[in-house]
């Protein structure tokens, strides 16, 4: 059973084809990212108007990469949330127009259940990936750290589970951007907060984990606390403007608060889950989302756990359509989330 997968939440024109949501056949991102960086984050007009010119080049590549055809096309997937509206629109309109025209079944997916679905991916007939080497087990508990959400999920089975906590304000990778943002690194600033902090201190500063809900997180207060760390490092006051900070703080004081910011981001996600496996005790662990690609979050994890541990391949942490592709395949084989191609709303609020 192969399905197409189109994801177009945010900035990035991803399609893929998965076969059984298991088996990857190909995997085509086109991203508007260069775009964003002049702005420091993504401006969704822009995001928008690049999904339309990419959508049909991104798939009719994604087909040749998988050497198939419509014929072999078993149903359609794509994601109808959350995210940007106009990003949303753009693959919603073209999964129902092709959904009619090629007449195959429509399946309306989560992005945020998508991302944990990737996990599902543990074959492919493409070169340079590494995937899980078993399918996760149930129950599992579901790590979500991405730049819109962070949130740990309790997985009795495939489409039977429960919210155990999230974030009361900003999400991980949120934060990551806005302290790249503070030390003048580019957008995305998750990958390059981790670039800068291998050169620095983990201990160099002492930062506050926040003291929320047992298993919920809060990250606004850590990103505040970078903030005033950066200005009294320069010898300002609070009132000291933020975009001024990274002109006047060294290499070395800014590699010393990537490091240390990074250090207490990681062990708050570690020490929750922690929590969770003692009270839980799953038999898989998943990762998932956008910083799910930090090496520190995947090497901490893997230390403290000895239950199996699935991660995506790094490329499939980030936004991409594989993991639309086999959330559909596990939403077909269940039916979960039929849609019909005349009607599909898309809904930018979608919680999981
Ligand atoms: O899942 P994703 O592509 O989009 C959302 O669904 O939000 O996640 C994007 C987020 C951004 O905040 C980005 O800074 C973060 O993931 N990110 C990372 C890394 N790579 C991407 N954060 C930390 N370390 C990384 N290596
Ligand atoms: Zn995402």
Same mark, same amino acid.
């Given at each position: 059973?192969?399905?197409?997968?189109?994801?177009?939440?945010?900035?990035?024109?991803?399609?893929?084809?998965?076969?059984?949501?298991?088996?990857?056949?190909?995997?085509?991102?086109?991203?508007?990212?260069?775009?964003?960086?002049?702005?420091?984050?993504?401006?969704?007009?822009?995001?928008?108007?690049?999904?339309?010119?990419?959508?049909?080049?991104?798939?009719?590549?994604?087909?040749?990469?998988?050497?198939?055809?419509?014929?072999?096309?078993?149903?359609?997937?794509?994601?109808?949330?959350?995210?940007?509206?106009?990003?949303?629109?753009?693959?919603?309109?073209?999964?129902?127009?092709?959904?009619?025209?090629?007449?195959?079944?429509?399946?309306?997916?989560?992005?945020?259940?998508?991302?944990?679905?990737?996990?599902?991916?543990?074959?492919?007939?493409?070169?340079?990936?590494?995937?899980?080497?078993?399918?996760?087990?149930?129950?599992?508990?579901?790590?979500?750290?991405?730049?819109?959400?962070?949130?740990?999920?309790?997985?009795?089975?495939?489409?039977?589970?429960?919210?155990?906590?999230?974030?009361?304000?900003?999400?991980?990778?949120?934060?990551?951007?806005?302290?790249?943002?503070?030390?003048?690194?580019?957008?995305?600033?998750?990958?390059?907060? =981790?670039? +800068? %902090? $291998?050169?620095? @201190?983990?201990? /160099?500063?002492?930062?506050?984990?926040? *003291? #929320?809900?047992?298993?919920?997180?809060?990250?606004?207060?850590?990103?505040?606390?970078?903030?005033?760390?950066?200005?009294?490092?320069?010898?300002?006051?609070?009132?000291?403007?933020?975009?001024?900070?990274?002109?006047?703080?060294?290499?070395?004081?800014? =590699?010393? +608060? %990537? $490091?240390?910011? @990074?250090?207490? /981001?990681?062990?708050?996600?570690?020490? *929750? #889950?922690?929590?969770?496996?003692?009270?839980?005790?799953?038999?898989?662990?998943?990762?998932?989302?956008?910083?799910?690609?930090?090496?520190?979050?995947?090497?901490?994890?893997?230390?403290?756990?000895?239950?199996?541990?699935?991660?995506?391949?790094?490329?499939?942490?980030?936004?991409?359509?594989?993991?639309?592709? /086999?959330?559909?395949?596990?939403?077909? *084989?269940?039916?979960?989330?039929?849609?019909?191609?005349?009607?599909?709303?898309?809904?930018?609020?979608?919680?999981?």
């Amino acid at each position: 059973m192969k399905i197409l997968g189109i994801e177009t939440s945010c900035d990035e024109t991803a399609v893929a084809v998965v076969e059984d949501g298991t088996k990857l056949l190909s995997n085509v991102v086109a991203t508007s990212l260069d775009l964003h960086a002049v702005y420091g984050g993504v401006v969704p007009e822009i995001a928008a108007r690049s999904h339309l010119e990419s959508i049909i080049p991104v798939i009719s590549q994604s087909l040749d990469q998988a050497k198939t055809e419509w014929s072999n096309i078993d149903a359609l997937a794509v994601t109808y949330g959350a995210g940007l509206g106009g990003s949303l629109l753009v693959g919603v309109m073209s999964a129902r127009t092709l959904s009619l025209i090629k007449n195959k079944p429509l399946i309306s997916c989560s992005h945020v259940l998508g991302h944990i679905y990737a996990n599902f991916i543990n074959s492919t007939t493409l070169q340079g990936y590494q995937l899980p080497t078993s399918q996760p087990e149930f129950p599992f508990i579901a790590i979500i750290v991405s730049g819109g959400h962070t949130q740990l999920a309790l997985f009795k089975d495939y489409f039977d589970y429960q919210l155990i906590g999230k974030t009361q304000d900003d999400a991980i990778g949120e934060a990551f951007d806005k302290v790249a943002k503070i030390l003048g690194l580019p957008y995305p600033g998750g990958p390059a907060i =981790a670039k +800068i %902090a $291998a050169n620095g @201190q983990d201990s /160099a500063y002492s930062l506050p984990k926040a *003291k #929320v809900g047992k298993y919920d997180f809060s990250f606004s207060g850590l990103k505040t606390a970078v903030l005033r760390l950066a200005q009294e490092q320069v010898g300002e006051n609070y009132d000291f403007p933020s975009y001024m900070l990274s002109e006047r703080l060294n290499k070395a004081q800014k =590699a010393n +608060i %990537a $490091a240390s910011f @990074q250090h207490i /981001a990681i062990e708050t996600i570690v020490d *929750k #889950v922690k929590l969770a496996v003692d009270e839980f005790k799953p038999r898989s662990i998943l990762l998932a989302g956008g910083v799910a690609a930090n090496s520190l979050l995947r090497e901490s994890l893997l230390k403290s756990f000895s239950c199996p541990l699935l991660m995506p391949d790094i490329k499939l942490c980030t936004d991409n359509g594989a993991m639309i592709g /086999a959330l559909g395949g596990w939403q077909f *084989k269940h039916s979960v989330g039929l849609a019909d191609a005349y009607s599909l709303e898309i809904n930018p609020n979608l919680s999981m």
